[in-house]
Every structure is written in C-alpha cells, then in structure tokens.
C-alpha cells in the first residue's frame, strides 16, 4: 500500500537503546519527522494508529540461502523474502552457493536481476571464493556487493577453499569484508569415518556435534582469525557454534573500529543437543546445535557484545531431503518467518531486551556491512518498519508456514509476540498474514 505521506501514531519506538513513544512521518520511502506527537498538514496523509505496539526498525539478516538460481525445487527469491517481511526482515544478504554458484561478475549481475523483479525485502549477495577465482573477486564493486564468503568447511561441494596460498592471498588483496564458514574438513572427514564404520548411513542423529565438533569449529575460526590479523582483512565469522570459539572475539572496541567480528543464529540461540530426539534431522545445521554449555556460552557473548550480530542462516531443503537417513540428509532448514518471533520470545523470558535485541539485529548489521540509510529508525533513513504486538499469541502450523518448503523447525510452538506490519520503503508490503504486491525492495548500498 503505497502513499505519499504516512502517518504512524502512538507507537513505542525502539531504537538506539532506548523505547520512546511518538508518531513518525513517512514521506515516500523515508523517513521525514520523528516527533511525540505530530499532525497531519494535509488530508490525503495516511493515518495509521499503532495502539501502543513497538515500532522496531527493519531487520537486517546478513546470512540466507534463498536457492535461486538453480535449487529452486526448495525455495526462490519471490517466495522466501515473502516469508522474511512477515518475519521483520526488510533487507537480506544472500549467499553464493546457488547452482551455478554466485563466483562470476555475470552470475552474481543475473541475481541482481531476478531479486529486482521479484523480490519483497531489499536484497544484495555475497560474492564466492574459491581456489581459483581471484581475479574475478578483484573487479567485485565494494559499494554494490556486501561481502565475499568464503566456506573453509565443505558445506558447498566445490566452493570449499582449502588451499592456504590461495586462502591467504585472497585475506591479501580483497578490500571486501569477507564472511567466513568455519569448520575444519580434516577433522569432520575422520569423525564421519568413525561413526560411519559403527552405523553406516543410519548414524542417529544425536552424533551430529560429535562429527561436526567442537574441535573442527574453534581449529577453523581459530586459523581465519590468526590470518586476518596477518593481512590485515576484515573478517566475519559466521554462526558461532561453540562456548569456546567465543573467546576469540573482543568486546573492548566499538563495533565500528573492530576488524574481526562475530555473528550467532537463532537456532544456535534457541535449540541444544537435547532436541535431537524430538526433532531429528529437522534441527541438522552446519555447523551443528551442540550442548546447553555452548548456547550458554553464546548468550554471554552476545550479551556482552563479544559477538555482534543474530542471523538466520536461512537454509530451506524440500521434506523429502530432510526425511532421509543421516549422511543423505541435508544441513540446514528455513528461519527468516520465525526468526523475530523467536527471538522476542526469549525477551519475554528475560534473556534479552528489546533495545539489545534491536541492537543485534539491526543496527548492528547495518554498521557491520556499512549499509546505506537503513537499520535505524531515524529522519533521512529508509522507512523500513515493523510493527510487534508482543501479547498477540499465534502457533506454527502448517497452513500458516510460508516457505516454499512447507515446514519450519518451530512447527507447533506459540510465539506470544506477533509481526502484524512491515513497510519497506515507506509502502505497507504486509499486515497480519496478507501481502500487498508494492513491488518496494531495493537493491542495498554499501557505505564504502
């Protein structure tokens, strides 16, 4: 729903640490005036009265994988930034490992194409490495592409980069801030081995963070970092899984001079090891869910800003893959829909507030990737905007899941919060379940 002006009232705006009640005045796709209280000048402004709900600034996840080009029997662009705006997510950074993979100028310029025509959210890619496209990571424009992502672990079949020259002349040369997956493929080759020779195919589900340990995450984070601070690059390491790895990481620098970063998902946030048996396959990540020690762990880092940053990893697969037995069944499940809701079911258990939760989920990203005018509420800014009533009860089902895929790893819980509006770019893109075709996503911009 698009006007020129919008008028919304009486909301609890959350933003820069603190909650503040007032109105805002959306003009086109900004942000015009933020005020207590503020009247409109003119009668074609449109009215919009929050009743007292928070008012939360777009999230912005850094980590998806919405599948196209190639996989999209799984999922596409059109229908999971669908599922991301009723989730709060009004910008996404998606990854490289589509089919072909994004590691060409021109198949990254192809996404570009189809997320300008189909997409909800405001959208920009990653770039890929692998062990021998250099030079192609050097023509990436810093200003239009958020980062180059690199998979130390092999999630990605040959986007695995496991040649240390060529590793450490890409950390050399690229003035990209480049994102990494880190887990040590030597160490998970041998415990798989092990377990594979005990079980076959059919290892039960619960040996996942055996296989996918502790070790083979903090031997990999540990190695990135130690070479980043070597060359000088600009790092972030992506879904911390482990206590450990988060002594690696500093909270005695602000965000924005840091120059080795770390970021957590809700999953990692949410479920343990002790899942396993309800769950199964359904909660199988890479890296793995591990024990209630480790999200312990990560809730302290994050709280106190040793980690910077909750994403989604968003990673739909089709049923049918995630039914398969063990080594057949693929890593990763759908989040961008349920991410918001789950993480303000932790404030509502006192984990979190919702200046941090705000904090972790917005600014941070935007100051993370230098994301232009988006990530805060503030006059000047992108009206990207999402409306919570936190005592508005609803239950995942089935008829309710978004996703191309059709199931959600949070099917059956109640979220006592619930996502009721979100503006991209100053339109109404969504209210309660229904989505308005205003075609307002842009393609982000980088600060740089």
């Known amino acids: 729903m698009q006007h020129k002006q919008t008028l919304i009232k009486n909301a609890k705006i959350v933003n820069e640490g603190s909650i503040f009640e007032g109105d805002i005045l959306i003009e086109g796709e900004y942000i015009k005036e933020i005020s207590e209280s503020i009247s409109a000048k003119s009668s074609d402004v449109h009215i919009f009265d929050a009743e007292g709900n928070y008012l939360l600034p777009g999230v912005i996840d850094?980590?998806?994988?919405?599948?196209?080009p190639g996989l999209t029997q799984k999922a596409n662009i059109e229908t999971e930034s669908k599922a991301a705006i009723a989730g709060g997510i009004t910008s996404f950074i998606e990854m490289p490992n589509t089919n072909p993979q994004?590691?060409?100028?021109?198949?990254?310029?192809?996404?570009?194409?189809?997320?300008?025509?189909?997409?909800?959210?405001?959208?920009?890619?990653?770039?890929?490495?692998?062990?021998?496209?250099?030079?192609?990571?050097?023509?990436?424009?810093?200003?239009?592409?958020?980062?180059?992502?690199?998979?130390?672990?092999?999630?990605?079949?040959n986007m695995l980069v496991d040649n240390p020259e060529v590793l450490e002349k890409i950390f050399s040369s690229t003035k990209l801030l480049i994102a990494v997956h880190c887990e040590d493929e030597g160490t998970i080759k041998s415990n798989l081995a092990k377990y594979t020779e005990e079980f076959g195919d059919d290892i039960p589900i619960k040996h996942h963070p055996d296989i996918r340990s502790e070790e083979a995450c903090y031997i990999s984070s540990s190695k990135a970092i130690e070479l980043a601070k070597k060359t000088g690059a600009r790092l972030h390491v992506f879904h911390l899984s482990t206590a450990k790895e988060t002594s690696l990481f500093t909270n005695k620098i602000p965000l924005k001079?840091?120059?080795?970063?770390?970021?957590?998902?809700v999953h990692h946030l949410w479920f343990?090891?002790?899942d396993y048996d309800a769950k199964g396959t359904f909660i199988k990540w890479n890296p793995a869910v591990k024990s209630q020690k480790d999200k312990d762990g990560l809730w302290k880092a994050l709280l106190d800003d040793r980690i910077d940053v909750i994403a989604t990893d968003h990673a739909p697969h089709?049923?049918?893959?995630?039914?398969?037995?063990?080594t057949k069944a693929p890593s990763g499940g759908?989040?961008?829909?349920?991410?918001?809701?789950?993480?303000?079911?932790?404030h509502h258990k006192g984990k979190i507030t919702l200046e941090k939760l705000v904090e972790k989920m917005c600014h941070n990203p935007a100051i993370l990737f230098q994301v232009?005018?988006?990530?805060?509420?503030?006059?000047?800014?992108?009206?990207?905007?999402?409306?919570?009533?936190l005592n508005n009860p609803w239950t995942v089902k089935k008829d309710n899941i978004l996703y191309k895929c059709g199931w959600s790893p949070f099917e059956g819980t109640t979220f006592k919060s619930r996502i009721t509006h979100t503006f991209v770019n100053g339109s109404l893109a969504y209210k309660n379940f229904k989505f308005y075709d205003v075609k307002a996503a842009k393609q982000l911009t980088f600060n740089r």
């Open 102 to 157: 994004t590691t060409t100028i021109e198949k990254l310029n192809e996404k570009f194409e189809i997320a300008s025509k189909t997409s909800s959210a405001n959208y920009s890619f990653m770039f890929g490495g692998t062990n021998d496209n250099l030079d192609e990571i050097l023509k990436v424009d810093p200003k239009q592409v958020a980062a180059l992502k690199l998979f130390l672990g092999s999630s990605t079949g």
């Open 334 to 346: 759908p989040l961008v829909q349920h991410a918001l809701p789950a993480m303000l079911e932790m």
């Open 62 to 68: 850094d980590q998806v994988h919405f599948r196209e």
């Open 372 to 389: 232009e005018k988006r990530g805060y509420i503030k006059e000047g800014y992108f009206a990207d905007l999402v409306l919570v009533d």
């Open 257 to 265: 001079d840091k120059k080795i970063t770390a970021e957590v998902c």
């Open 272 to 274: 343990t090891d002790e």
């Open 318 to 326: 089709t049923l049918e893959e995630k039914t398969n037995v063990y």
